[in-house]
């Protein structure tokens, strides 16, 4: 995994991404691991592990309040954050196919303990 550039170098990213503070869970098989997605974008996003698990290279990123799974690879890590770029993007709000079974099922389980205004 390559570290991310430092501040110094231009920023390559070519769609800008929005600051956020959206609970995420990091599925990979079986594990899964809590997250807050710190920024996102169509292409990409920037995550901040909640513990010291280092993801593998292809995982999927569940964002909860949007009902979203994000498959993704790994960019970079510095510490517990971690640049993702997105590869593909799933509704979990509608109909969803059996490889995001597992995100759907956590979302799902997010909206049931969710607060209702």
Not at 12 to 24: D, E, H, K, L
Not at 73 to 94: F, K, N, P, S
């Amino acid at each position: 995994m390559t570290k991310q550039p430092s501040g110094l170098e231009s920023d390559r990213r070519t769609n800008v991404r929005i600051p956020t503070q959206r609970s995420g869970k990091i599925l990979c098989g079986a594990f899964a691991w809590d997250c807050l997605i710190r920024d996102l974008s169509s292409q990409g996003a920037k995550v901040q592990m909640l513990s010291s698990a280092a993801p593998p290279a292809k995982v999927q990123l569940v964002d909860l309040a949007a009902g979203l799974a994000h498959e993704v690879t790994v960019a970079w890590q510095r510490d517990r954050e971690v640049g993702m770029r997105i590869t593909r993007t799933y509704d979990l709000r509608g109909l969803a196919p059996a490889a995001v079974g597992m995100a759907k099922r956590i979302w799902l389980a997010f909206q049931a303990e969710a607060p209702t205004g």
